[in-house]
């Protein structure tokens, strides 16, 4: 019983995130500011594609979530059951649980580096990046 509560703890965590990171996105499509570059061109640069590939991967993590919890069949606290929506493809469920978990710890490492990074420039550089990630 406890790990059905984990694991329907997890998947009420992902369907939350997903619509944060659906808002986000469409935020940030219409309204989103733009901020004065953080350094020379190739800083911009790897900066705009580390953002691009944030947002990828947490999109690519949520969808492959989706797609887990569909081909596994599974239930959310004994309430309501998720239809299996594969049976007939019994080597689909671990293929998709396993490059969910790839990507996520993926996602978990480049979210660490992109925090290191923030540090690095704010104790090193002493400019004002991570400031301006922190907002007002």
């Given at each position: 019983?406890?790990?059905?509560?984990?694991?329907?703890?997890?998947?009420?965590?992902?369907?939350?995130?997903?619509?944060?990171?659906?808002?986000?996105?469409?935020?940030?499509?219409?309204?989103?500011?733009?901020?004065?570059?953080?350094?020379?061109?190739?800083?911009?640069?790897?900066a705009?594609?580390?953002h691009?590939?944030?947002?990828?991967?947490?999109?690519?993590?949520?969808?492959?979530?989706?797609?887990?919890?569909?081909?596994?069949?599974?239930?959310?606290?004994?309430?309501?059951?998720?239809?299996?929506?594969?049976?007939?493809?019994?080597?689909?469920?671990?293929?998709?649980?396993?490059?969910?978990k790839?990507?996520?710890?993926?996602?978990?490492?480049?979210?660490?580096?992109?925090?290191?990074?923030?540090?690095?420039?704010?104790?090193?550089?002493?400019?004002?990046?991570?400031?301006?990630?922190?907002?007002?």
């Amino acid at each position: 019983m406890p790990r059905l509560g984990v694991r329907s703890t997890q998947i009420i965590l992902g369907v939350k995130l997903a619509v944060v990171v659906t808002r986000r996105i469409w935020w940030r499509a219409l309204h989103g500011r733009r901020l004065a570059r953080p350094g020379p061109g190739w800083v911009a640069a790897a900066a705009r594609a580390t953002h691009g590939l944030l947002y990828v991967g947490l999109v690519l993590v949520l969808l492959l979530g989706i797609a887990n919890a569909w081909t596994r069949g599974d239930n959310l606290f004994g309430l309501v059951v998720i239809p299996k929506l594969s049976p007939g493809h019994a080597q689909l469920r671990p293929a998709i649980e396993s490059l969910h978990k790839l990507l996520a710890n993926g996602l978990v490492i480049a979210a660490g580096l992109h925090a290191l990074v923030a540090l690095l420039h704010h104790f090193w550089f002493k400019d004002d990046v991570l400031r301006r990630m922190l907002g007002r």
